[in-house]
């Protein structure tokens, strides 16, 4: 029989599940007509902010309203202060997918004329979301094949649940992966990984995933997929929001380059924290031996 506390410390931590859930998808989602919303976490959380995929009658499948609205959030993303948003996670409220990739019913009715803009218009899209100030997390449970292997190649990291399916077949439907897929992968897999994987089409679980270095993290047994995203974006939340945002920066534009080319970028972006209250904020909190409080400022 289980004792008191130990039954008590279940309560607390199954009552803890119940508010998250609720608090990030249950009740909002029910409320939302929309395919695409921007969550704002509080408490603990505060300054993550979550991209809600919404679209559960196409499995979030990539359709040109889906895009307009993750095109809106991207904005309001863009225009967040480093005290506003520190993390982002992107996530399905579709159960056991996370994105399904390209609405071909809805691709099959544009002309050839229609089709390449709206691919461009995608991986433009897609792009926007990569270059976003402040860190991104891709929360992947479920199905990601196609442009959703794109949508979490386009984030900064990802994290699966064993359920996650990640791959890109387009191959196998006569086209090739026109969302920034086949730049992207072979970045974070090598060139002889992606080109088996898309000469392929090949469909990969999470185990095999992170095996490769197509994902970062794969939860645990009794973990989903959110709440080991959440633990990520904590550890994030300890660091100062505006040296977070200019070391994402360092890296983005530097590892495009030669590294003495990397090396001026890292130094521009330094040049960058170090008139912040922030950074005075942590010497002096070294000083006095406590815990910095940082301010984005």
């Given at each position: 029989?289980?004792?008191?506390?130990?039954?008590?410390?279940?309560?607390?931590?199954?009552?803890?599940?119940?508010?998250?859930?609720?608090?990030?998808?249950?009740?909002?989602?029910?409320?939302?007509?929309?395919?695409?919303?921007?969550?704002?976490?509080?408490?603990?959380?505060?300054?993550?902010?979550?991209?809600?995929?919404?679209?559960?009658?196409?499995?979030?499948?990539?359709?040109?309203?889906?895009?307009?609205?993750?095109?809106?959030?991207?904005?309001?993303?863009?225009?967040?202060?480093?005290?506003?948003?520190?993390?982002?996670?992107?996530?399905?409220?579709?159960?056991?997918?996370?994105?399904?990739?390209?609405?071909?019913?809805?691709?099959?009715?544009?002309?050839?004329?229609?089709?390449?803009?709206?691919?461009?218009?995608?991986?433009?899209?897609?792009?926007?979301?990569?270059?976003?100030?402040?860190?991104?997390?891709?929360?992947?449970?479920?199905?990601?094949?196609?442009?959703?292997?794109?949508?979490?190649?386009?984030?900064?990291?990802?994290?699966?649940?064993?359920?996650?399916?990640?791959?890109?077949?387009?191959?196998?439907?006569?086209?090739?992966p026109g969302a920034g897929g086949t730049q992207r992968l072979p970045?974070?897999?090598?060139?002889?990984?992606?080109?088996?994987?898309?000469?392929?089409?090949?469909?990969?679980?999470?185990?095999?995933?992170?095996?490769?270095?197509?994902?970062?993290?794969?939860?645990?047994?009794?973990?989903?997929?959110?709440?080991?995203?959440?633990?990520?974006?904590?550890?994030?939340?300890?660091?100062?929001?505006?040296?977070?945002?200019?070391?994402?920066?360092?890296?983005?534009?530097?590892?495009?380059?030669?590294?003495?080319?990397?090396?001026?970028?890292?130094?521009?972006?330094?040049?960058?924290?170090?008139?912040?209250?922030?950074?005075?904020?942590?010497?002096?909190?070294?000083?006095?031996?406590?815990?910095?409080?940082?301010?984005?400022?």
């Amino acid at each position: 029989m289980m004792n008191g506390f130990f039954a008590g410390r279940l309560t607390w931590k199954l009552f803890r599940f119940a508010q998250l859930k609720r608090t990030l998808c249950t009740n909002v989602v029910e409320k939302s007509n929309k395919e695409v919303y921007l969550e704002q976490l509080q408490g603990e959380y505060r300054g993550v902010s979550v991209v809600n995929l919404n679209r559960p009658s196409k499995k979030n499948a990539l359709g040109k309203v889906l895009l307009s609205e993750l095109n809106q959030v991207i904005t309001e993303l863009e225009y967040s202060s480093p005290k506003q948003v520190q993390v982002v996670l992107v996530r399905s409220c579709v159960e056991n997918v996370f994105c399904a990739g390209a609405d071909l019913k809805e691709r099959a009715e544009m002309s050839d004329e229609e089709t390449l803009p709206f691919v461009r218009y995608l991986r433009s899209t897609f792009t926007r979301l990569e270059s976003v100030p402040m860190p991104t997390i891709a929360v992947i449970d479920g199905f990601a094949l196609g442009g959703g292997t794109e949508l979490a190649l386009a984030c900064d990291l990802r994290v699966a649940g064993r359920n996650a399916v990640l791959g890109l077949p387009e191959t196998t439907l006569a086209i090739l992966p026109g969302a920034g897929g086949t730049q992207r992968l072979p970045r974070l897999v090598g060139i002889a990984k992606a080109k088996e994987l898309i000469y392929t089409g090949t469909r990969l679980n999470a185990e095999e995933a992170v095996k490769i270095g197509l994902v970062e993290r794969v939860t645990q047994q009794d973990e989903d997929a959110f709440s080991c995203a959440l633990k990520l974006a904590k550890d994030m939340l300890k660091t100062g929001p505006i040296a977070l945002r200019l070391a994402k920066q360092a890296i983005r534009n530097g590892s495009q380059v030669d590294l003495l080319r990397g090396l001026e970028f890292e130094d521009a972006s330094y040049a960058g924290v170090v008139p912040t209250k922030d950074r005075r904020e942590a010497l002096k909190a070294f000083a006095e031996k406590r815990k910095p409080q940082f301010r984005g400022e």
